[in-house]
């Protein structure tokens, strides 16, 4: 009985700690119109209120004026409030992508360089975070990336947790 309790308790919770999450987003650049993205993260609970985050996105203009390019992420997301099943989370981290646009817009940009065939900086971001049931987590996001505006995103989606069960 006790064993069965533990583990009821272990479900319910907003992030297990120890839990690794699977997930799949759709990205909607702010600045550029016809700029969309799709992408894949994975997520790892560290404990009840860090998750350390990776993340791949493939950005696409639909207008045809520009050409794609590839984003990668990885940051740590620290709980700011947590009404369950309904979480607020913010964090930082190191992000760089394949842009050609960087070059022209670098000067603006807070903090960016370029090196390796890659544009290099920092984003910030906010997400809330919904579990819909036991494995399955939906989330909307506001990223702010170090690059310049020109590369600002919201960010829709959901992650799985194969082992929830």
Not at 89 to 94: E, S, V
Not at 140 to 149: D, F, R
Request: aromatic share 14%.
């Amino acid at each position: 009985m006790v064993s069965g309790f533990l583990m009821l308790t272990n479900v319910m919770a907003q992030y297990d700690p120890g839990a690794v999450n699977y997930g799949l987003v759709g990205v909607k650049n702010l600045s550029i119109a016809g700029e969309l993205g799709i992408g894949a993260r994975i997520e790892y609970a560290h404990n009840c209120y860090t998750t350390y985050m990776a993340e791949y996105n493939r950005f696409l203009d639909v207008d045809g004026t520009e050409e794609g390019y590839n984003e990668i992420a990885v940051g740590v997301n620290l709980i700011l409030f947590n009404w369950y099943p309904t979480t607020i989370t913010a964090g930082f981290g190191y992000i760089a992508n394949t842009s050609a646009a960087f070059e022209a817009i670098e000067e603006d940009a807070f903090i960016g360089f370029t090196g390796g065939g890659l544009n290099h900086g920092a984003q910030i971001k906010l997400r809330a975070l919904h579990q819909v049931s036991i494995p399955i987590h939906i989330f909307a996001e506001l990223n702010l990336k170090s690059l310049g505006t020109r590369y600002h995103t919201v960010a829709v989606g959901f992650s799985y947790d194969f082992n929830a069960w």
